[in-house]
């Protein structure tokens, strides 16, 4: 995607850099293995557990405030809908920093920062610009208000010498919006007069979503030109006959047809090849034929194999590609059909390892026993073998599960101790508003990242080190999210999760709601008598006893665990 010689270059430089930069976590008790030694091996069940981040690239943290204006952005837009100054640069800088090793964060899925088009545009809402990232101009290139590509290698270095697997975010849905300054593609290669009914399955797929957004004919095995605006702006930036040749390569050695589709893939596989991304989240999943995404994790899958050859000493694992899916909506009680009313769908066996689980927000309104015992069942049956992950406040979800932040303990200690994958949306962990006066529709849940909070606000504080000290364990036992989850105690309420697979075994037992400074827990299923046993909330250590933990500590949740 970019000059082999350059990428050369700037690996070498990089590969110093990180070395010099390698950061280490504020808590030696979170330290992590170093990804990049071969003998590590990734421990079974990984991405069923993991504890990712989501963050707005544009809305997280501005590492360097030059790129903040580019093609003339320059017009006043409604509140919270323009530019703000967050890039990659702001990203690598917390990882250096050690932010997301002390949240216990173990990947990290920010926005897509391909290159986005160059006007505004009002749906309604108010005046916007593309700081979303999901309205895209050139597949090929990175928006220079996120960043360079030489940043985004930075990036995924620096997460993986950190432990961090990274996620990009696919879009194949759909271009970005026409405007005076960005024209429409071609015909033969999206559809722009046909709105989606949303009451069908053909409805929802070979339709556009919103007016003007042109739909990429997805559907189409027709070959189609380069777009013209594309050949016209690849020869002003003297990199057209590259693109060019990479693309005939592509095409000659798939055998697959020079349709939309297909040469999207090939733009979003290069960032896989290019920098040894580790996954992708997909956008708009549902709006587009299931086989789509086979195909897509075909090529993705290619790709990440040829990036491991060609980078034997950057290979972290034999973990393989993972892909996530955004169907809104889905349900994880659905199993792996999603119910379009005429037809239902299978994505799982369509490319996708995982789903977004739309419904973890209204179960999170219930007990804990409830919460745990239901996706326990349903990850070792209907979704067995497949994952789901969840979340309570998002990017584009207007009903979250705690609007006014009233719940924050709550909300943290239910996400993060739920069998399955759990999403940190950026500021979960340090109560950023999600009631913005003077915005208008989902501008009001991608407000700037509060860093202020962290340091001048004590309650903010405390939700910080409530999330650092779950997600850290939670990081530490893959258990918490992959294993089997038994009850032990329904008042206190006491659990264990144990997974065993493939000679690994890792097993805790976590308390929640003891209100008495003296805790007494049942340890006797779990870990043997004369075993010393840590509670990783409060550091305390304890001996089992007679088939028991006792211990006094001043909090009302306990997470014990092997001392090590």
């Known amino acids: 995607m970019f000059k082999r010689q350059l990428l050369l270059i700037v690996i070498t430089i990089l590969l110093i850099s990180c070395d010099q930069k390698k950061s280490t976590t504020k808590n030696p008790e979170v330290m992590v293995k170093d990804m990049t030694d071969q003998s590590v091996n990734p421990v079974p069940d990984f991405w069923k557990g993991a504890n990712i981040y989501f963050?707005?690239?544009?809305?997280?943290?501005?590492?360097?405030?030059?790129?903040?204006?580019?093609?003339?952005?320059?017009?006043?837009?409604?509140?919270?809908?323009?530019?703000?100054?967050?890039?990659?640069?702001?990203?690598?800088?917390?990882?250096?920093?050690?932010?997301?090793?002390?949240?216990?964060?173990?990947?990290?899925?920010?926005?897509?920062?391909?290159?986005?088009?160059h006007g505004e545009v009002d749906e309604g809402t108010g005046v916007t610009y593309g700081f979303h990232g999901y309205w895209t101009k050139d597949w090929t290139k990175l928006d220079p208000n996120f960043g360079t590509n030489e940043e985004l290698h930075q990036l995924v270095e620096t997460a993986h010498a950190n432990g961090i697997r990274i996620l990009m975010d696919a879009v194949i849905n759909h271009t970005g919006p026409v405007t005076d300054v960005d024209p429409v593609w071609p015909d033969g290669w999206v559809r722009t007069n046909e709105r989606c009914g949303f009451t069908t399955y053909e409805n929802t797929i070979t339709c556009q979503l919103v007016d003007n957004l042109p739909d990429i004919k997805t559907e189409s095995n027709e070959a189609v030109d380069l777009p013209p605006q594309l050949v016209q702006k690849w020869k002003a930036e003297g990199r057209y006959d590259e693109e060019v040749a990479e693309l005939d390569a592509f095409f000659e050695r798939t055998g697959y047809p020079r349709a939309p589709r297909f040469y999207i893939m090939k733009w979003l596989a290069d960032y896989i090849t290019d920098h040894g991304i580790d996954g992708y989240r997909v956008d708009t999943v549902k709006h587009t034929e299931e086989y789509v995404w086979s195909e897509f994790r075909e090529v993705c899958d290619a790709s990440f194999e040829q990036w491991k050859k060609e980078n034997p000493t950057k290979v972290l694992d034999d973990m393989p590609f993972y892909m996530v899916g955004e169907v809104y909506n889905y349900n994880a009680s659905a199993g792996q059909a999603f119910d379009f009313g005429d037809k239902k769908v299978n994505f799982f066996a369509n490319g996708f390892n995982s789903l977004i689980n739309f419904e973890f927000k209204y179960d999170a309104q219930k007990d804990y026993e409830t919460i745990f015992s239901k996706y326990d069942g349903l990850l070792k049956s209907k979704l067995k073998d497949f994952g789901v992950l969840h979340y309570l406040t998002s990017h584009d979800?207007?009903?979250?599960?705690?609007?006014?932040?009233?719940?924050?303990?709550?909300?943290?200690?239910?996400?993060?101790?739920?069998?399955?994958?759990?999403?940190?949306?950026?500021?979960?962990?340090?109560?950023?508003?999600?009631?913005?006066?003077?915005?208008?529709?989902?501008?009001?849940?991608?407000?700037?990242?509060?860093?202020?909070?962290?340091?001048?606000?004590?309650?903010?504080?405390?939700?910080?080190?409530?999330?650092?000290?779950?997600?850290?364990?939670?990081?530490?036992?893959?258990?918490?999210?992959?294993?089997?989850?038994?009850?032990?105690?329904?008042?206190?309420?006491?659990?264990?999760?144990?997974?065993k697979k493939d000679g690994f075994e890792d097993k805790v037992v976590v308390g929640i709601d003891y209100k008495s400074a003296k805790k007494t827990l049942n340890v006797s299923e779990v870990f043997a008598d004369g075993t010393l046993l840590k509670d990783h909330y409060s550091g305390i250590e304890v001996t089992v006893k007679d088939g028991k933990a006792t211990f006094n500590s001043d909090f009302d949740i306990v997470l014990l665990e092997q001392k090590e």
Do not use: C
């Not at 100054?85 to 690598?92: A, E, Q, Y």
């Not at 949240?103 to 899925?109: D, M």
């Not at 364990?473 to 032990?488: D, E, S, V």
């Open 55 to 117: 963050l707005l690239t544009d809305r997280f943290n501005n590492g360097n405030p030059e790129n903040d204006i580019n093609f003339n952005r320059t017009k006043e837009t409604a509140m919270l809908r323009g530019f703000m100054g967050g890039d990659l640069v702001g990203i690598t800088k917390k990882i250096e920093e050690g932010y997301f090793n002390d949240l216990g964060i173990n990947a990290i899925w920010f926005t897509p920062v391909v290159e986005q088009i």
């Open 397 to 499: 979800d207007g009903q979250p599960f705690d609007a006014d932040r009233t719940k924050t303990f709550e909300a943290a200690t239910k996400l993060l101790l739920s069998p399955g994958a759990s999403q940190v949306y950026y500021g979960d962990e340090t109560a950023r508003s999600l009631i913005i006066e003077g915005t208008n529709g989902d501008a009001t849940l991608r407000s700037f990242m509060n860093w202020a909070d962290i340091e001048n606000n004590t309650e903010t504080k405390k939700l910080l080190t409530h999330y650092q000290k779950l997600g850290q364990f939670r990081r530490k036992h893959i258990a918490i999210g992959a294993g089997n989850h038994t009850m032990i105690s329904a008042s206190p309420y006491t659990f264990k999760r144990e997974l």
